[in-house]
């Protein structure tokens, strides 16, 4: 129906994302009903989600045509945004940035620049900016799923925590069971992407290679390499995130710090 | 009797309130002191100052006569040994919980001997295989004082260790507080309920708004016409 209304791709576009706002608001309200208020979040997060991705896509155009060098540039300021976006939910927890930065520019970065020096990933920016960028969203995902894990379960059992300080536990021995949940939980959705692949769900990646006229075959090897890449990044991202973490929630005299 | 614990000047100040106010007291030797007071009164922070759960703002606390600040962190809450209010006892099996704290000082490992031993001192012999989670609040909290005493603390700090509990579970903890006291384990217990401070404390300080307003032996300190004014 809207490709009738609207033969120019472009305002197709636009109508297309109006439509499905349309229908991500009516979750929102339904959320409302039941005493949860996120109407007004979903509505900025859809504005600031249309602008930035169309932002980014004149920054492409652009982008693609320069030089090998702006894609490390590119690259990096998405790892920055991760940061601040997934350590946005944990201001409770000191230095969460940080931790955050920190964590998807190595578990992202690390994997990003072994895959693309094994020529598993094609340097050009063509390549190398989407893949990334996956990768790296991830990463962020990821890493807020740990960030906010950690913070529940440590609330939620600061009098264990305190009992095995007293006791003259390290802090890390302390917040261990924490560590050790929020490392599984922060995992679930790369797990169960590698889990479901194929079966429950063709990633776009798949789909537009295989319409670029890709073979089928190889288009399905490739989507498997690219989730199994996004895994080990985000292993790495938690696994990194939650070493670095448990140590930033006590003082110097190992005190519980995080603010309660 | 030689001084264990000296609190000198102990000052807490929490987003510009004053919870512990210039508090100062000496805990002896095999004595147990109670910290009585209505809640709110800071007693519960003024016990976690002690141990270094919490910093003070000023003043300090000497352990047999050395600054605590110059002791390990680790070290200092071995030697100053701490039961919560509520019993948090860690996953798996009773003998696991007392042999928690002593692993943590270079692997030390109990034997089966200790443990029973410990559990004896509590009241609980032959639970060294049991199960945390079948244990009721009175039992937990007795595993709590066990896990305590197994770093063979030179003082036990004691946060209302009842009060979370039920009459039956309350008297059979109050048992072990008698039963270690007689044993001569020198304890600091915080608590409101001036009754049980009364059955359990040789000496006690009475704290209102953080301040310390009288302290001396129990029976002086906790009559009715004090307590009551």
């Known amino acids: ?82 940061g601040a976006t997934s350590a946005r939910r944990t201001k409770k927890i000191p230095g969460s940035l940080e931790v955050s930065v920190w964590s998807i520019l190595i578990g992202s970065g690390l994997v990003i620049a072994v895959m693309t020096w094994a020529g598993v990933i094609d340097g050009a920016i063509t390549s190398i900016v989407p893949v990334g960028s996956m990768i790296i969203a991830n990463a962020m995902n990821t890493n807020a799923l740990a960030l906010d894990r950690f913070r529940a379960e440590v609330e939620a059992h600061v009098g264990e925590i305190e009992s095995a300080l ?94 309660r | 009797m030689p001084i264990i614990l000296q609190a000198q000047q102990l000052t807490r100040v929490v987003k510009g309130k004053t919870i512990v106010n ?36 000023s003043g300090t606390v000497l352990i047999e006569g050395k ?29 696991e919980n007392l042999r928690f704290g002593p692993q943590q000082q270079q692997g030390r490992a109990l034997s089966d001997q200790e443990i029973e031993q410990l559990l004896r001192d509590v009241g609980l012999t032959g639970y060294a295989a049991e199960d945390v989670g079948h244990l009721s609040g009175g039992e937990a909290q007795r595993v709590c004082f066990a896990r305590a005493l197994a770093n063979q603390p030179a003082v036990l700090l004691l946060d209302e260790p009842t009060s979370a509990l039920d009459e039956a579970a309350k008297l059979e903890v109050e048992g072990v507080i008698r039963r270690i006291s007689a044993q001569g384990v020198t304890a600091v217990m915080v608590t409101h309920d001036f009754r049980q401070a009364r059955r359990l404390a040789t000496r006690a300080a009475q704290l209102v708004s953080g301040r310390i307003v009288r302290v001396g032996p129990a029976s002086e300190v906790l009559n009715v016409e004090t307590t009551l004014s």
């Open chain 1, 166 to 259: 007293t006791l003259g536990a390290a802090p890390d021995v302390s917040v261990s069971p924490a560590v050790e949940k929020s490392f599984s939980a922060s995992l679930i959705p790369a797990l169960n992407n590698l889990r479901s692949l194929g079966l429950v769900w063709i990633p776009g990646l798949m789909a537009g290679m295989v319409l670029t006229g890709s073979s089928p075959l190889y288009a399905a090897i490739y989507q498997f390499v690219v989730i199994a890449m996004i895994f080990a990044s985000s292993g790495l991202t938690s696994l990194i995130c939650t070493s670095l973490i448990r140590r930033r929630i006590f003082t110097p005299a190992e005190q519980l710090a995080m603010a």
């Open chain 1, 1 to 82: 129906m809207l490709k009738q209304l609207f033969p120019n791709q472009v305002t197709l576009g636009f109508a297309q994302a109006g439509v499905t706002a349309v229908l991500a608001m009516i979750v929102g309200f339904a959320a409302r009903k039941r005493g949860m208020h996120v109407e007004l979040e979903t509505l900025i997060a859809l504005g600031r989600g249309l602008a930035q991705i169309v932002a980014v896509g004149f920054v492409l155009v652009f982008m693609l045509k320069g030089p090998q060098w702006t894609s490390a540039v590119m690259l990096s300021v998405m790892v920055i945004a991760a």
């Open chain 2, 67 to 95: 600054d605590y600040r110059e002791i390990s962190t680790r070290q200092l809450r071995r030697q100053v040994g701490m039961v919560m209010q509520r019993p948090f006892v860690f996953p798996g099996t009773v003998a």
């Open chain 2, 22 to 57: 210039d508090v100062s007291f000496d805990v002896n030797a095999s004595e147990l002191l109670a910290i009585v007071g209505p809640s709110g009164a800071g007693k519960s922070s003024l016990l976690r100052l002690l141990n270094r759960l919490d910093e003070p703002t």
